[in-house]
């Protein structure tokens, strides 16, 4: 975060959507309203290389599955799915050129065998080549300075970004790789207009803060960079970015109801902080070709492994209609699609966690 948390006296807050003030541009769904479940059986590989898995990423036939912070060197592996072996692991752990501490996310560079892995403690990125041996970045640039706190950061183009921001009302931020802004677009507020709230609390009582950090969650581009998707890890809420006319599409459901937490301060600052049964929403999203697909949890973390209600796969055209509900037989924490085989790869949490792949 970005404000350390000053333990003052706290406000219980639980929202919920008012159908009669619904936002008329907004798309709500509920889960009568998702398709009839289709199981998907895993198959689950065994590869020795991979210790604690964060999540996995596909390019050019290969699978590139990256460790969480406390595994040291050999950050992430890559995988030949056509031969099913690994033929290399990538990533030096420390602060010097070319080494890297933490991978949040990975976004591949067109035409090239290359991938850029992003550090969010350091706030590097860094250029790996797949086809060479070096376990080092061979290029690594700062992530861009900004007026605005960004939270998440994915290409738009070989030298400009799309950002996440948090101190503000302003939601997204378009700039290029030396920090130049080139749109401001969205508004956080509109996260919350239209919602009734308990106990006399109305939406002017709640700042930027407050209202930016509870709408937080993995944002993603697809690999053609014609479409950007966000998804809200505390709220159901999945936000369809048209880049080109600074357009934002948000999708509420299956749950139109946020869950409750308490407001606390930092710095002057409200903070949310949610109550102990808190449960994790949508926990990743892959952007295709023509669809994009959402990972739903749907249960607090610490029962992410539990046998029942397992993590569910949400698919919907870039109009918002939902096309396909998908349940799956492991827990994961992280995923890839490969649209052409029509396979879904993520990575296990449990016991003996690895790569699973999922044909759909």
């Known amino acids: ?38 199981f998907l059986k895993g198959q689950k590989f065994s590869f020795s290389e991979i210790m604690n898995p964060y999540g996995v990423f596909l390019t050019n036939g290969l699978a590139l599955v990256y460790e969480v912070k ?32 933490l991978i949040s996310q990975m976004e591949a560079i067109n035409g090239q065998n290359k991938v850029w892995t992003f550090d969010p403690e350091l ?36 030298n400009t970004l ?40 109305n939406e002017n009582e709640l700042d930027a803060n407050l209202i930016s950090n509870l709408f937080q969650g993995p944002l993603r581009a697809s ?9 809200g890890m505390n709220v159901d809420y999945i936000d369809i970015i048209d880049l080109e006319n600074q357009d934002v599409k948000t ?17 002057g600052y409200q903070m949310p902080v949610y109550n102990e049964n808190k449960t994790t929403r949508y926990a990743g999203a892959f952007a295709g070709e023509n669809s994009f697909y ?15 209600n397992l993590n569910r796969i949400f698919q919907f055209d870039y109009e918002g209609n939902i096309l396909n509900h998908y349940q799956l037989d492991f827990p994961i924490f992280g995923f890839a699609v490969d649209e052409e085989n029509r396979a879904i790869y993520g990575v296990t949490v449990d016991r003996d966690p690895n790569l699973v792949r999922f044909d759909y």
């Open 223 to 231: 690999q053609n960079k014609q479409h950007f998707i966000k998804v």
């Open 123 to 158: 706030l590097i990125y860094s250029k790996f080549d797949l086809s060479d041996t070096s376990k080092l970045a061979e290029e690594q640039i700062k992530a861009p300075q900004t007026a605005h706190f960004l939270t998440e950061l994915v290409w738009t183009s070989d």
């Open 1 to 38: 975060m970005k404000y350390k948390l000053i333990l003052w006296g706290f406000i219980i807050v639980t929202f919920t959507f008012c159908n009669s003030k619904r936002d008329p541009q907004a798309i709500y769904f509920q889960e009568e309203d998702l398709p009839e479940m289709v």
């Open 294 to 308: 959402v990972l739903f949890r749907g249960k607090p973390y610490s029962q992410i492994s539990a046998s029942g």
């Open 251 to 267: 999708i509420y459901g299956p749950t139109q109801e946020i869950q409750g937490f308490q407001i606390k301060y930092s710095g």
């Open 162 to 201: 799309l950002g996440n921001a948090v101190d503000g009302w302003t939601k997204y931020l378009h700039l290029t790789k030396t920090g130049d802004t080139l749109a401001l677009f969205g508004n956080w507020k509109n996260m919350i207009d239209g919602n009734q709230f308990p106990k006399g609390i």
């Open 70 to 101: 406390n595994v040291g060197d050999d950050k992430f592996h890559i995988i030949d799915l056509e031969n099913e072996r690994i033929i290399g692991s990538k990533g030096i752990d420390g602060m010097g050129p070319g080494e890297i501490s």
